[in-house]
């Protein structure tokens, strides 16, 4: 028999294993008595666990995915159970959001706090794509955290326009009113229609042509003050913009006016009537209305 002489560290006077790496031996220590009981006790803990609850995958042959544990416990059935006591909890309020008017919402604190959080989570499923989260919006998309609005800003007017959409082509309720297209459509020429940007720079505000100003107010009087107005505030029956603030839905730039001018803008938004239930639209009506402030 071979007899291999035992390797000690010097420093420690412990016995090596035999393995050097750059010349650093690994010690021979026998592992602490607390580290080897609380591994064993995991040991033991996960055998109890896989007997009481489900946890071994089955052969599928056995017709089940896993085991079922003599605990009888289902995360599924767990769920399940959670969300239709949520339901539940819900359908009262929900019902009571049916019947009450926007102003009850308003003025009731408990209804409109559970129509606030019911609000949204439907607008961060439905309007946020389009809107931002928390109604900032983009170019095209209309900011909701202001209370600047091209149609009606009420509780009433947001729940309308919810309901029917603008423009939709299949509700006879839409929000619905066409701005011309006066470039493409060869209604105004180029020359004016540039006159006409200069006009509008000049209602905002703006530095603009003076001479152009002068040459496009008799087109502006006769293509444009029927829907905004002869001072272009801008009529919201009629979803007209002001074009004397600098609220820019396309951008106020004079390139982005042009556009507007040349071929018309005319954005459009989904009817969510049939979409989304009676309950969950009053919600959105609040939801969007806190999110400008609440117009009256």
């Not at 605990?71 to 239709?84: L, M, N, Q």
């Amino acid at each position: 028999m071979t007899d291999h002489k035992r390797d000690i560290d010097e420093v420690s006077g412990v016995e090596t294993t035999g393995h050097s790496w750059d010349g650093i031996k690994e010690l021979n220590n026998p592992l602490p008595r607390w580290w080897l009981y609380v591994f064993y006790g995991t040991i033991v803990w996960a055998i109890g666990y896989m007997i009481v609850m489900p946890a071994i995958p089955a052969l599928p042959g056995l017709g089940m995915n896993n085991t079922l544990g003599i605990a009888g416990h289902s995360d599924r059935a767990e769920v399940a159970r959670k969300v239709e006591e949520l339901h539940t909890e819900r359908a009262a309020a929900a019902s009571r959001l049916v019947t009450a008017s926007l102003s009850e919402i308003e003025n009731d604190m408990s209804l409109q706090q559970f129509a606030l959080a019911m609000g949204e989570s439907a607008f961060g499923d439905n309007c946020a794509t389009c809107h931002g989260a928390g109604g900032r919006g983009a170019k095209g998309y209309p900011m909701l955290a202001d209370d600047i609005w091209l149609w009606d800003g009420t509780l009433e007017g947001i729940e309308t326009t919810l309901r029917h959409g603008i423009r939709h082509t299949e509700d006879p309720d839409t929000r619905r009113n066409t701005m011309p297209a006066f470039g493409r459509d060869g209604m105004l020429t180029p020359r004016e229609i540039d006159d006409l940007v200069q006009y509008v720079l000049n209602l905002s505000g703006r530095e603009a042509n003076r001479a152009a100003v002068d040459r496009a107010a008799p087109v502006f009087a006769t293509q444009c003050v029927t829907c905004h107005g002869a001072d272009g505030k801008g009529n919201r029956q009629l979803g007209a913009p002001d074009l004397t603030d600098h609220e820019w839905l396309f951008g106020g730039e004079p390139r982005d006016i042009q556009q507007t001018i040349y071929s018309a803008r005319n954005a459009h938004m989904p009817a969510w009537q049939g979409r989304l239930d009676d309950p969950t639209i009053k919600a959105l009506a609040v939801y969007v209305h806190s999110l400008g402030g609440g117009e009256k």
